[in-house]
Nanobody
Framework: QVQLVESGGGLVQAGGSLRLSCAASGSIRSINAMNWYRQAPGKQRELVAAITSGGSTNYADSVKGRFTISRDNAKNTVYLQMNSLNPEDTAVYYC?????????????WGQGTQVTVSS
């Protein structure tokens, strides 16, 4: 019912910037949280940044000051602006959204987009 389509991944050099986008489509009345996760080879998936419907944000310590999450509720889209990238940021980045359903909510994942930072 809800699809998340990510874009913006790619290869950049250390110190560069990249902006990821995730657009939600389908039967959407509203979206609660929209988050970005990442998973590097051999590591667990970790929360990178989160934003609520009201605009409150949280970041992993490793990306604070470098990454910025934002959302456009009218477009059902969440963004992740990544600056000062370093090789440790290399991972598959996943978009996640929670959509109200009945008295609860349903979570959806994007397909993931590869971000590779070269030294």
């Amino acid at each position: 019912q809800v699809q998340l389509v990510e874009s913006g991944g790619g290869l950049v050099q250390a110190g560069g910037s990249l902006r990821l986008s995730c657009a939600a489509s389908g039967s959407i009345r509203s979206i609660n949280a929209m988050n970005w996760y990442r998973q590097a080879p051999g590591k667990q998936r970790e929360l990178v940044a989160a934003i609520t419907s009201g605009g409150s944000t949280n970041y992993a310590d490793s990306v604070k000051g470098r990454f910025t999450i934002s959302r456009d509720n009218a477009k059902n889209t969440v963004y992740l602006q990544m600056n000062s990238l370093n090789p440790e940021d290399t991972a598959v980045y996943y978009c996640y959204a929670r959509v109200p359903y009945g008295g609860s909510s349903v979570g959806y994942w994007g397909q993931g987009t590869q971000v590779t930072v070269s030294s």
